[in-house]
């Protein structure tokens, strides 16, 4: 019986490397969350939710007491973090990115 597991794990293994495949996890969906830090980095990029479509999101990293926090914002929220300035952003997670409530500026 073991003999026979490891070939179908294997298999399992070699079909899914050829597409693409996305794990998520998302813990406490649907709760607002709340990110500060000086913006560090803005990126405007997109994924393939694994069922053709594209979801646009910005990378928004922010650097809070030496830690470096990332969080994937949908949509295109360039304009409303300015690199080198403080922030506060109020969001809810979801599973390719997060959606933004408000954002301060100081």
Same mark, same amino acid.
């Given at each position: 019986?073991?003999?026979?597991l !490891?070939p179908l $794990?294997?298999?399992s293994?070699l079909?899914a490397?050829?597409? *693409?495949v996305? !794990?998520g996890?998302v813990s ?5 969350m709340? +990110? %500060?830090?000086?913006v560090s980095? +803005?990126q ?9 479509t !594209?979801?646009?999101?910005?990378? !928004?990293?922010? $650097?809070?007491a030496g830690?470096? @926090?990332?969080?994937n914002?949908c949509s295109?929220?360039? %304009?409303?973090f300015?690199i080198?300035r403080s922030? *506060?952003?109020?969001f @809810?997670?979801?599973?390719?990115? %997060?959606?933004? $409530? %408000? $954002?301060?500026?100081?």
């Amino acid at each position: 019986m073991r003999l026979l597991l !490891v070939p179908l $794990i294997a298999l399992s293994l070699l079909l899914a490397a050829c597409g *693409q495949v996305f !794990v998520g996890f998302v813990s406490n969906p649907g709760n607002p969350m709340r +990110v %500060s830090g000086t913006v560090s980095m +803005v990126q405007f990029e997109f994924i393939n939710d694994g069922h053709g479509t !594209v979801i646009n999101f910005t990378a !928004v990293t922010f $650097i809070n007491a030496g830690t470096a @926090t990332t969080i994937n914002f949908c949509s295109d929220q360039r %304009s409303g973090f300015p690199i080198g300035r403080s922030a *506060q952003a109020d969001f @809810t997670t979801g599973t390719f990115c %997060s959606a933004l $409530i %408000s $954002i301060v500026i100081s």
